[in-house]
C-alpha cells in the first residue's frame, strides 16, 4: 500500500520533528451538529475526484461526480496507477490538471480534458506543487504553491502554462520557513490578488501555532511574518474577505479539528470564534471552493474503500454540513485529489 506524499514530504525532506505530536491547548469549541443533506439543483456543483486505486500495477480514475442525482461518470480510468493524485488539483475550463507523485521518487503533473478523458503527462521541472489554482485569465495555465528540494527548502508561487510546459515564478517566501507537509497552508485571493501562507511555528520540535504571510500576486512581494494568536497548529487557511478569513487549527492528542474564524488586520491574527468540525479533518489535502462553499473528504481512511463523508463549509456563513458518505455511491479505493466546476 502506498503511503500519502505529503506525509513522506515531512520524513524524507524536511527536518519537522515528531510532527505529529501538538501540545494540548485550553481553547474552548463550541459544539455543531452536522446532519445530512439534499441538495438542490442550483447549489450541487460537479465535483472531480481521482480515485487512486492504489494498485500496482494499475490504473487510477478521474471521475466526474454529479452530487445532485448521486451519479458519476467515469472521465478517464487510464491514470497511471504507479503515481498518486493526493495534493492539488483545479478544474481550468475543460482541462483537470492535479499534481501526482510516487513518493518518494518523482512527481509532476497530470492533465485530463474532461470532454475526451485523453490524458498528458507535464514535465512540472524540479518543481513539487502542493495548491494549485487556475489563471483566471487562461484556461491552459494554473498558478500554484510549490516546493523545491533545496537546503532549506525553497517555497515559491509559480505560474505554469501547460501548453509549453514552462513555470515562472511569482515571487519567492522568505528562507527557512518550517512546513509541516499540509498542503492546505495557501489560500489565493484573486479579488485582492494576493496569496496567503500560514507557516508552522515549532515548540519543542512540533508544529504548534503558525505565522501569516501575504505574497502579492503582481508584484511577488512578500509582506509577514503575522503571529496566529491562537496556540495549536493552523492546519488550512481559506481566503474570505479583505482582512477576514477561515481556517482550521488540529490537536493532535485529542484527535480534533477546529474551524476558526481569523482577523489579520492588526498586528497579530487574531481569532474571534472556533467550534469543532471533524468534517474538516483533510489530512492537509487542499479541498476546492465552488460559489461560496468548500468541499471536502473527511481524511485520513483507515483503508481503501472505508467509509468516507463528503461536507460542505459554507464560507460567509461559518456552518458545516455532512452532505453524503460517497461511498453509498462511488465504489472508490482512495478519493485524493478534488476540484470542482467553476471553482478554485
Same mark, same amino acid.
Given at each position: ?16 520533528? *515528531? ?31 481521482? +480515485? ?8 487510477? *480514475? ?6 445532485? +442525482? ?9 491514470? +497511471? ?13 475543460? +482541462? %483537470? ?33 502542493? =495548491?494549485?489554482?487556475?489563471?483566471? #485569465? ?10 523545491? %528540494? ?5 517555497? #515559491? ?22 512546513? $509541516? @507537509? ?22 519543542? @520540535? ?13 508584484? @511577488? ?5 503575522? $503571529? ?55 489530512? @492537509? ?12 473528504? #473527511? ?41 470542482? =466546476?467553476?471553482?478554485?
Amino acid at each position: 500500500m502506498k503511503v500519502t506524499f505529503a506525509l513522506l514530504c515531512v520524513l524524507t525532506v524536511f527536518t519537522v520533528s *515528531q510532527a505529529t505530536l501538538f501540545s494540548s491547548m485550553s481553547m474552548k469549541y463550541s459544539e455543531e451538529k452536522m446532519n445530512e443533506k439534499m441538495l438542490t439543483t442550483s447549489e450541487a456543483p460537479l465535483l472531480y475526484m481521482v +480515485n487512486n486505486s492504489r494498485v500496482v500495477p494499475g490504473f487510477n *480514475q478521474l471521475l466526474e461526480v454529479d452530487l445532485q +442525482n448521486k451519479k458519476y461518470r467515469v472521465v478517464t480510468d487510464k491514470l +497511471n496507477g504507479m503515481s498518486d493524485s493526493v495534493s492539488g488539483s483545479a478544474l481550468c475550463g475543460d +482541462n %483537470f490538471f492535479a499534481v501526482i507523485t510516487d513518493a518518494p521518487i518523482s512527481f509532476g503533473l497530470a492533465k485530463v480534458n474532461v470532454r475526451t478523458g485523453a490524458v498528458e503527462y507535464l514535465d512540472s521541472k524540479d518543481y513539487l506543487f502542493h =495548491k494549485i489554482v487556475c489563471d483566471p #485569465t487562461d484556461n491552459n495555465t494554473f498558478i500554484g504553491a510549490a516546493s523545491q %528540494f533545496t537546503t532549506p527548502p525553497t517555497f #515559491t508561487i509559480q505560474r505554469y502554462d501547460s501548453k509549453t510546459q514552462t513555470a515562472k515564478a511569482v515571487g519567492t517566501w522568505p528562507s527557512g520557513l518550517t512546513w $509541516p @507537509g499540509w498542503d492546505s497552508i495557501f489560500s489565493f485571493d484573486f479579488k485582492n490578488n494576493v496569496v496567503l501562507a500560514a507557516f508552522a511555528t515549532l515548540e519543542a @520540535g512540533a508544529p504548534k501555532g503558525a505565522n501569516l504571510y501575504e505574497m502579492d500576486l503582481k508584484s @511577488g512581494s512578500v509582506s509577514g511574518p503575522k $503571529p496566529f494568536d491562537v496556540s495549536k497548529a493552523v492546519q488550512s487557511i481559506i481566503a474570505s474577505g479583505t482582512d477576514q478569513f477561515i481556517g482550521t487549527v488540529i490537536d493532535a492528542d485529542l484527535d480534533q479539528v477546529s474551524l476558526c474564524k481569523f482577523d489579520k488586520s492588526g498586528s497579530s491574527v487574531s481569532n474571534s470564534e472556533c467550534k469543532s468540525a471533524q468534517g474538516l479533518h483533510t489530512d @492537509g489535502l487542499p479541498y476546492p471552493v465552488c460559489n461560496g462553499k468548500l468541499y471536502s473528504l #473527511t481524511q485520513p481512511i483507515q483503508a481503501p474503500g472505508t467509509t468516507c463523508g463528503l461536507y460542505s463549509t459554507d464560507i460567509e456563513g461559518f456552518t458545516v454540513e455532512k452532505l453524503i458518505e460517497i461511498d453509498d455511491f462511488i465504489p472508490y479505493g482512495y478519493v485524493g485529489a478534488m476540484a470542482c =466546476k467553476g471553482g478554485f
